[in-house]
């Protein structure tokens, strides 16, 4: 323990962490200023784009928050306050866009459990059920698109073996953050693991509960996916949706091996690449990429952060 009492491993993994942010940032900035005639060609398509199809992706925003609450109650046993949680939900975004790796929303969520009742240990287990549970649904859409769409498969001989490897990594990579919150989970990996295997049972004794952990983690990624697909349906570029959906799938994988705030750099040079490889025009998928950032990221971090300030205020965090 040092003088600050912070753990000299968590010290270091801080900064490393905070070193890989600041290179893919700085490598975001070079790539945004070498292209700068590309982005503003970019912004310019989107702000001509149709104006129905971006109140839609708007609203699939707005559900994603409702949907990560749901799989959130899905994945304990206890009833929680729905409105707070809901509250909880969307502050947590707002934090995960200030630090890496998704630590920001697993903080929130970790202290909004503690704080309804549960032990800080089996609110870690819930946060990796939850994870778990959204990285195992991530890969079943990507394999079931592949074997349902012959074409998609065509778009690179290597995409089937990518989406497997990169959907495990993102779930491995985030129940492990989830779990490595609670200090009790870190004392031992076998109890830890049997604790997680028993809340897992728990939660799936009930069928209500279920529902609502699968569901809702099946919901969170479909909308997400259909707020990226609403936007490139705005700029009337002709590219399937369920090529849009496999980019998406592919791109949110990729951007767990880079722990920056919200995946900000990492995700978004992952989309680009993946709807430029869906057959999407470059400049579109700038545009298309800028428009997902500003209705699930830009716009809602400062509402966010007050959200976050309410929620602290009274407790609840």
């Known amino acids: 323990m040092s003088a600050t ?21 700085a490598a975001a900035v070079w790539v945004l200023a070498a292209h700068r005639h590309a982005v503003d060609a970019g912004a310019d398509r989107l702000a001509a784009a149709d104006r129905a199809w971006l109140l839609a992706a708007g609203a699939a925003a707005l559900a994603t928050w409702v949907c990560a609450a749901v799989a959130q109650q899905g994945a304990v046993a ?41 032990s800080t240990a089996r609110s870690a ?15 079943a859409l990507a394999v079931a698109l592949l074997l ?6 065509r778009l690179s ?26 200090g009790p989970a870190r004392r031992g990996v076998g109890r830890a693991a049997g604790r997680l295997l028993a809340d897992v049972r728990a939660v799936h004794g ?15 990624a479909l909308l997400h996916a259909a707020v990226l ?15 849009v959906l496999l980019a998406y799938l592919l791109a949110s994988g990729a951007a767990v091996l880079l722990p920056t705030p919200g995946g900000l750099g990492s995700l978004d040079a992952a989309l680009v690449l993946t709807l430029t490889a869906a057959g999407t025009p470059g400049a579109a998928a700038l545009s298309a990429v800028f428009g997902y950032r500003m209705l699930t990221a830009w716009l809602p971090l400062l509402p ?8 602290a205020r009274r407790s609840a965090l």
Not at 5 to 23: C, D, F, M, N, Y
Not at 125 to 139: E, M
């Open 206 to 220: 009930r069928r209500a509960r279920a529902c609502a952990l699968w569901g809702g983690s099946l919901g969170f």
């Open 148 to 153: 349902a769409s012959p074409r998609a498969q």
């Open 78 to 118: 206890e009833r929680l306050p729905a409105g707070q949680l809901v509250a909880a939900q969307f502050a947590a975004c707002a934090a995960n866009h200030l630090l890496p790796a998704g630590v920001g929303a697993s903080a929130v969520n970790l202290r909004f459990l503690t704080r309804c009742g549960l």
């Open 5 to 25: 009492g912070v753990p000299p491993s968590l010290g270091l993994r801080r900064s490393w962490q905070l070193a890989v942010t600041a290179v893919v940032l």
């Open 125 to 139: 287990t819930a946060l990796a059920v939850k994870a778990a549970v959204g990285g195992l649904v991530r890969f």
């Open 304 to 311: 966010g952060l007050l959200v976050l300030a309410v929620l």
């Open 157 to 182: 001989p290597a995409l089937p073996r990518a989406c497997v490897m990169l959907s495990v990594v993102g779930c491995a990579a985030a129940v492990a953050t989830a779990v490595a919150l609670s």
């Open 229 to 243: 697909i609403a936007v490139v349906r705005a700029l009337d570029v002709p590219v399937p949706a369920g090529h």
